[in-house]
């Protein structure tokens, strides 16, 4: 088989660049490790950018978000017994959209299959070859036969345990990296939400944040030891943990109901530099993670693909290498001002223990600020709803 870009990964990255080279003409194959219903599956994110609900109107698969995504202006952030809403809609003129990880990546299959590109579900030892040639390879197992594809290039959209990232050795590749010392406990029922927007909580006991996927659908985290398990949290002990981390009105409002999904994730900081190596780029988690506190995973993934889309486009249709050539320190300027964005959003809301009571005090003092000075907000607002790209 023969494409011009072999796409590693079915995630959002993955399936957002498919789409975005389909528009511009260019050909590609995505080779995915595992089932398209294993992939539907994975409860992640839950608000998108107004930047990136753009890039799925521009491939023509955003009717469902605007037909059943909830529009948000503002958020809460939760402290010292009270809450304090962040009007982002009026500090930036932008808004964000809840519509779920799973939705987004729904529409981006059925996009896909609307426009006959091809997809290798259940592609085992995909492996990325000769990407510093001007002839890479992407070999392939399916079924027990062994499979290759000759293509222009590799574009490493695997995620974070992908194999793109780790075929590349030092010092070809630089990495930073912060491990938080706790995770988050997420679960989702079919309660209508607590708030109709978004409640960040900062409290004694750790950090809890109340979202939600619909009207009738919530999602709630809260912070959780890094060794904890989900079988020592029945929903009794969550929804009372949970309940204890809000302000007195959210806690008395909230309605609990079986959960239909819990999962604990770990903390991250992380970035991969650079993102190009010879013919191989990557996206998305695969050069990059974030702590979920700012909710810039999967817009960053979206983000990376538009900029690599865009500049495989320059290079079919301009014959120009410019925009491959500058595709690392573009993506790169943004993926970092959302690291320090995420890594700061994590730094005020979460229990350090380690930073005893002074680093407690500390930032109920900056929570104090960000919700009082017009300019702390207007930067809060202005990074939550994303940078321009
Ligand atoms: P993904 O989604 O991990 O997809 C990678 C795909 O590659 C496949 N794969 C392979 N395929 C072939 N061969 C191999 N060797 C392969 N290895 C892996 C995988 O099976 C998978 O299908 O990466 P992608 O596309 O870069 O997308 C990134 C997002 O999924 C991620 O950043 C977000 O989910 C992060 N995130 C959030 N992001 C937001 O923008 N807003 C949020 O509100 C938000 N909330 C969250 C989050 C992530 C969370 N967790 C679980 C870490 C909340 C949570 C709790
Ligand atoms: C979610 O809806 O899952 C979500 C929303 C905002 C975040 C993290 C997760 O910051």
């Given at each position: 088989?023969?494409?011009?870009?072999?796409?590693?990964g079915?995630?959002?990255a993955?399936?957002?660049?498919?789409?975005?080279l389909h528009t511009?003409?260019?050909d590609?194959?995505?080779?995915?490790k595992h089932?398209a219903d294993?992939v539907?599956?994975?409860?992640?994110?839950?608000?998108?950018?107004?930047?990136t609900?753009?890039?799925l109107?521009?491939i023509?698969?955003?009717?469902?978000a605007?037909h059943?995504?909830l529009?948000?202006?503002?958020?809460?952030?939760a402290?010292g017994?009270?809450r304090?809403?962040i009007?982002?809609k009026?500090?930036?003129?932008?808004t964000?959209?809840i519509y779920?990880?799973t939705?987004?990546?729904?529409?981006l299959?059925?996009?896909r299959?609307?426009?006959g590109l091809?997809t290798?579900?259940e592609?085992?030892?995909?492996?990325?070859?000769?990407f510093?040639?001007?002839?890479?390879r992407?070999?392939?197992v399916?079924?027990?036969?062994?499979?290759a594809i000759a293509c222009?290039?590799?574009?490493?959209?695997?995620?974070?345990?992908?194999?793109?990232r780790?075929?590349?050795k030092?010092?070809?590749?630089?990495?930073?990296?912060?491990?938080y010392?706790?995770?988050?406990?997420g679960?989702?029922?079919?309660?209508p939400?607590?708030?109709?927007?978004?409640i960040?909580?900062?409290?004694?006991?750790?950090?809890?944040?109340?979202?939600?996927?619909?009207?009738s659908?919530?999602?709630y985290?809260?912070?959780?030891?890094l060794d904890?398990?989900?079988?020592?949290?029945?929903?009794?002990?969550?929804?009372?943990?949970l309940?204890?981390?809000?302000?007195?009105k959210?806690?008395?409002?909230?309605?609990?109901?079986?959960?239909?999904?819990?999962s604990?994730?770990p903390?991250r900081s992380f970035?991969?530099?650079?993102?190009?190596?010879?013919?191989?780029?990557?996206a998305g988690?695969a050069?990059?993670?974030?702590?979920p506190?700012?909710?810039?995973?999967?817009?960053l993934?979206?983000?990376?693909?538009?900029?690599?889309a865009s500049?495989?486009?320059?290079?079919?249709?301009?014959?120009?290498?410019?925009?491959?050539?500058?595709?690392?320190?573009?993506?790169?300027?943004?993926?970092?001002?959302?690291?320090?964005?995420s890594w700061?959003?994590?730094?005020?809301?979460?229990?350090?223990?380690?930073?005893?009571?002074?680093?407690?005090?500390i930032?109920l003092?900056e929570?104090?600020y960000v919700?009082?000075s017009?300019?702390a907000?207007?930067?809060?607002?202005?990074?939550?709803v994303?940078l321009?790209?």
């Amino acid at each position: 088989m023969r494409t011009k870009v072999a796409i590693i990964g079915a995630g959002p990255a993955g399936l957002l660049l498919g789409q975005l080279l389909h528009t511009y003409g260019i050909d590609n194959v995505i080779l995915e490790k595992h089932t398209a219903d294993y992939v539907l599956a994975r409860i992640r994110a839950g608000l998108l950018e107004e930047g990136t609900v753009g890039l799925l109107d521009q491939i023509g698969a955003g009717q469902r978000a605007h037909h059943e995504g909830l529009v948000h202006d503002g958020i809460e952030l939760a402290f010292g017994g009270s809450r304090h809403r962040i009007d982002m809609k009026a500090f930036t003129g932008k808004t964000v959209m809840i519509y779920g990880q799973t939705e987004v990546t729904l529409d981006l299959m059925n996009a896909r299959r609307a426009a006959g590109l091809t997809t290798v579900y259940e592609a085992a030892d995909v492996t990325p070859l000769d990407f510093d040639t001007d002839h890479p390879r992407v070999t392939y197992v399916k079924d027990g036969a062994t499979h290759a594809i000759a293509c222009d290039f590799i574009a490493g959209c695997d995620g974070f345990h992908g194999i793109s990232r780790a075929s590349v050795k030092p010092p070809a590749i630089e990495t930073f990296e912060r491990v938080y010392p706790f995770g988050w406990l997420g679960i989702l029922s079919d309660t209508p939400p607590v708030s109709h927007e978004l409640i960040y909580s900062n409290h004694a006991r750790g950090f809890a944040l109340c979202t939600m996927r619909s009207r009738s659908r919530s999602r709630y985290y809260v912070q959780c030891a890094l060794d904890d398990q989900v079988e020592q949290w029945p929903d009794d002990r969550f929804w009372d943990e949970l309940r204890r981390r809000l302000d007195q009105k959210a806690a008395d409002s909230l309605i609990t109901g079986p959960s239909i999904e819990k999962s604990i994730a770990p903390l991250r900081s992380f970035v991969a530099e650079p993102m190009r190596f010879g013919r191989m780029f990557l996206a998305g988690d695969a050069a990059h993670i974030v702590p979920p506190t700012g909710a810039k995973g999967l817009n960053l993934a979206a983000s990376d693909a538009h900029y690599l889309a865009s500049a495989l486009r320059e290079y079919y249709d301009e014959k120009s290498s410019a925009g491959i050539d500058h595709y690392s320190e573009t993506a790169l300027a943004r993926v970092w001002k959302a690291v320090r964005f995420s890594w700061w959003m994590t730094s005020i809301l979460h229990k350090f223990p380690e930073n005893g009571t002074i680093g407690a005090r500390i930032q109920l003092a900056e929570l104090d600020y960000v919700t009082r000075s017009k300019a702390a907000m207007t930067s809060l607002a202005e990074n939550y709803v994303g940078l321009p790209f």
